[in-house]
Structure formats: C-alpha cells, structure tokens
C-alpha cells in the first residue's frame, strides 16, 4: 500500500489514519446488508447512505487545509488525497447504486439524468470529482504543472456547490442535515477569502466568521423554504430561537466554529508553555551566573 507511505517510504499514521476512517462507513454499510438492517427497500437505503458520506468526505477534504492551518499540524495535509479520493469512492457507490435500482436499464438511467435537474447537476458533479480524482497523482501534477493542477483543483468548491445544490434538491422537504452541510460549507468559503487577505486568520476573524456563518446559514435556509414550499420566511427564521421542538442547524454551524477557535486557542496556549518555561529557566540561569561573578 504505497498510497500510505510518506516520499521516503515510511509509514504515515496520518494517511493510515485517514484510510481507517474513510473504511468504516463502508464496513459499516456492508455490516448493515449482512444483518439486514437496511429495511424494506436496502437498495434505496444504500443510495441514500452513499451519497451522505460522498457529502461528508467531501467537505472533510475541504475542511483538511483550514484545520492543518488553524491548528498548526501541516502533516495532516497528507491525508488530503486519501479523503479526496475517498469521496469520489462513494459518489461513484452512490451511482452504481442508482443503476442497480434502475435494475440496470441504462436507457431509462440517462432518460432520468437528462431529465430531472437534481440528477444532472448530480451527474455533473460525478464527473467533475472524477477528473479531480484522475489527476490527483504525483505523475498527473508533474504533468501539469504545479500551477495549472492547482488551478484544476480549485474546481472543488464549485464542485462542492453543485454537491450541495443536489443534495438539498433530492432532500425535498426535509433538509436538515444540507442546511448544516450548506452552513459549513459557507464556512469554509469564508475562511478561503479571509486567509486570501489576513494570511493567517486570527481568533477575532476566526469568531467573526462563526457568527457571519451561522447568521447565513439561517437566513439561506429560511429562504429555501419559502421559495420551495411557499412557507413564511420570517416564520422559519424565528425558528433559529425556539428551543423547544429542535435545534436549527445555524446554531450547529456557530458552535462548531466556536469550538474551533476555543480548541486552537487552547493549544497554541498550552504549546507556548514550555517555550515560556524555558526563556524563564535561562533568564534565571543567566541572573544567577551574574550573581555569582559578581
């Protein structure tokens, strides 16, 4: 398994780590066939399941970049193509299962593409994270060129809108979990433009952001509602505040951007520490060796 080894031929934990949990929705699938526990339609089920984690994955690959920053671990990077991959891995299932459904009457499957919007845009996204996929090898970036294949790459988040837009689409009514993705994936925006202008985000910008995303995740969902089902806007953002039947995704994404500034601060706090201790121990050393010179 040379894709788990690092240039010099080591193990990396942080690829092996990756592979580990890309694996585990899959076993997890495979575990729930095995038992049966896919209900009466397992087909449907698995397309459903699929496509989730093809969501999850890919908005982890996204996130891998801000998280290596923000929390100053670089090597985590590494784990980026293994994530990348992973995602298209089960985009493609998502597919193959859609087929399978369709008791493989490829006619009647391109006829369904052609036809209903979500399932173009869908198909498009399958096909844009193919080429990301195919051109994510060492060889295919000596071949490009570290700019152009770059600039490819950058297709991710335009990509990533296509993803959101189908899975909020396929949803219908219940669009919970593609509001949280869609708060998220503002997020993620947001940290691109900030890092683009400040470099290096600090926990004031990084706070800011939290809020800014939350707000408009509440906003875009309140708008999705009216414009899908005719629902009063005002109705479903006055949602946000009342607690008493769920919480709202919006105050999901704000406690998750939180929680990542307040986890970097306290790390790079706890970091600093033995750097303190030793400008302490040798400003005292040196005051003591004067001392006693003296």
């Known amino acids: ?46 397309i459903h399941f699929t496509g989730d984690w093809a969501v999850r994955f890919l908005w982890i690959t996204l996130a891998v970049t801000p998280f290596a920053r923000i929390f100053r671990m670089p090597r985590w990077l590494m784990a980026r193509r293994t994530l990348g991959v992973a995602s298209f891995a089960y985009v493609f299932a998502h597919l193959a299962l859609y087929v399978v459904d369709q008791k493989f009457d490829f006619a009647v499957v391109v006829s369904e593409i052609a036809m209903r919007f979500y399932l173009t845009i869908g198909f498009i996204g ?34 990533a809108v296509l993803v959101l837009i189908h899975f909020l689409l396929q949803s219908k009514n219940d669009v919970w979990e593609p509001v949280l993705m869609m708060g998220f994936l503002i997020w993620l925006f947001g940290y691109r433009i900030i890092q683009r202008f400040l470099h290096d985000p600090n926990f004031v910008s990084l706070t800011a952001l939290g809020f800014v995303s939350a707000a408009l995740t509440a906003v875009l969902e309140a708008a999705w509602y009216h414009f899908r089902s005719g629902v009063d806007a005002w109705l479903v953002f006055q949602a946000n505040f009342d607690f008493s039947y769920e919480i709202r995704p919006a105050w999901y994404v704000l406690a998750a951007a939180l929680a990542v500034v307040a986890t970097a601060w306290v790390r790079r706090q706890y970091s600093q520490r033995p750097i303190l201790r030793r400008r302490v121990s040798t400003a005292v050393s040196g005051a003591t060796r004067t001392q006693s010179a003296s």
């Not at 193990?11 to 990756?18: E, G």
């Open 1 to 46: 398994m040379a894709f788990l080894r690092k240039q010099n031929g080591t193990w990396c934990p942080n690829k092996i780590a990756a592979f580990a949990g890309v694996m585990l929705p899959a076993l997890w699938l495979v575990g729930r066939f095995w038992t049966e526990d896919l209900g009466a339609r397992p087909v449907t089920e698995a």
């Open 126 to 159: 399958v096909l844009s994270l193919a080429v990301l996929c195919a051109t994510s090898t060492d060889g295919m970036i000596r071949r490009l060129g570290g700019a152009r294949w770059c600039a490819l790459h950058r297709l991710c988040y335009p990509v």
